[in-house]
Structure formats: structure tokens, C-alpha cells
């Protein structure tokens, strides 16, 4: 048994008679159980090109859809190179397609941008969705 110091502030102090270890192993159990019940969400990329085919395009829709049914956000670019940087508004056509093709799953966090060379959305999963599952 262990003599531990409850309130050091108070008036006289409180102290306690306990097995201090045993209240530690308490503790850290608790913090474990309550980290088991929290849902992390991780943001996933997915990049596409300017120059995308249908199956190409078909394929990263079912992966997004297949991310955010998961419940994870997504984070779709594009990566314009060389001469791709005078046609950005092909670039916001395919963002706005994949963007109507994941339209019942996601939501759009942040609307396609151009960052430099680069154009990103940001999407997260729809939150009526995951009811219906």
C-alpha cells in the first residue's frame, strides 16, 4: 500500500491510502479501451492526369468510392507537366467530371484550385451515407 498525494492544494492537503500500482494498471487499461472506440480518419490521394481514359477514370472512381465508404477524405490532383500548363481548364473539366461520378458518396471540402504546377480538391465522405450502409 502506498501513501499517495490526492489534492496537495487544499487545506490541509488529501492524502490517500492505495495500491498505487494497481491504480496505474487501472488507468492505462481505461486510456486503451477509449482509444479502441475512436475512429481515425486518414486522408487518401488520388491522382489523376490530363490525359485520362475512361477505364483509367472509371477505375479511380470505384478507389475513391471504395476510400470513403471507409469513411477516409480524399485528396484528388492533378499533376500538369510542360506544355499540360496551358490547358489548366481541361484540368477543372476532369476535377468537375470525377467530381459528378463520386457525387451521391462525397461532398467537396475544398473545389478544385491550382497550386503551381498541381491542381487539388479535398472531399470528405457524405455523412447520410454511412447511415444507410
Same mark, same amino acid.
Given at each position: 500500500?502506498?501513501?499517495?498525494?490526492?489534492?496537495?492544494?487544499?487545506?490541509?492537503?488529501?492524502?490517500?491510502?492505495?495500491?498505487?500500482?494497481?491504480? +496505474?494498471?487501472? $488507468?492505462? &487499461?481505461?486510456?486503451?479501451? /477509449?482509444?479502441? @472506440?475512436? =475512429?481515425?480518419?486518414?486522408?487518401?490521394?488520388? #491522382?489523376?492526369?490530363?490525359?485520362?481514359?475512361?477505364?483509367?477514370?472509371?477505375? +479511380?472512381?470505384? $478507389?475513391? &468510392?471504395?476510400?470513403?465508404? /471507409?469513411?477516409? @477524405?480524399? =485528396?484528388?490532383?492533378?499533376?500538369?507537366?510542360? #506544355?499540360?500548363?496551358?490547358?489548366?481548364?481541361?484540368?477543372?473539366?476532369?476535377?468537375?467530371?470525377? $467530381?459528378?461520378?463520386?457525387?451521391?458518396? /462525397?461532398?467537396?471540402?475544398?473545389?478544385?484550385?491550382?497550386?503551381?504546377?498541381?491542381?487539388?480538391?479535398?472531399?470528405?465522405?457524405?455523412?447520410?451515407?454511412?447511415?444507410?450502409?
Amino acid at each position: 500500500m502506498d501513501l499517495v498525494l490526492i489534492a496537495p492544494q487544499a487545506t490541509p492537503p488529501v492524502c490517500r491510502v492505495m495500491d498505487y500500482g494497481k491504480y +496505474k494498471f487501472d $488507468q492505462q &487499461k481505461r486510456e486503451k479501451e /477509449a482509444n479502441k @472506440k475512436q =475512429k481515425t480518419v486518414e486522408l487518401k490521394e488520388i #491522382r489523376l492526369s490530363l490525359n485520362i481514359d475512361t477505364h483509367d477514370f472509371e477505375t +479511380k472512381v470505384s $478507389q475513391a &468510392k471504395k476510400f470513403l465508404s /471507409a469513411g477516409n @477524405k480524399l =485528396k484528388v490532383s492533378i499533376r500538369f507537366r510542360g #506544355r499540360e500548363m496551358a490547358h489548366t481548364d481541361r484540368g477543372i473539366d476532369v476535377m468537375n467530371r470525377f $467530381q459528378e461520378a463520386l457525387g451521391d458518396a /462525397a461532398t467537396v471540402d475544398k473545389p478544385a484550385k491550382l497550386e503551381g504546377r498541381s491542381m487539388q480538391m479535398s472531399m470528405s465522405p457524405r455523412t447520410g451515407k454511412k447511415t444507410e450502409n
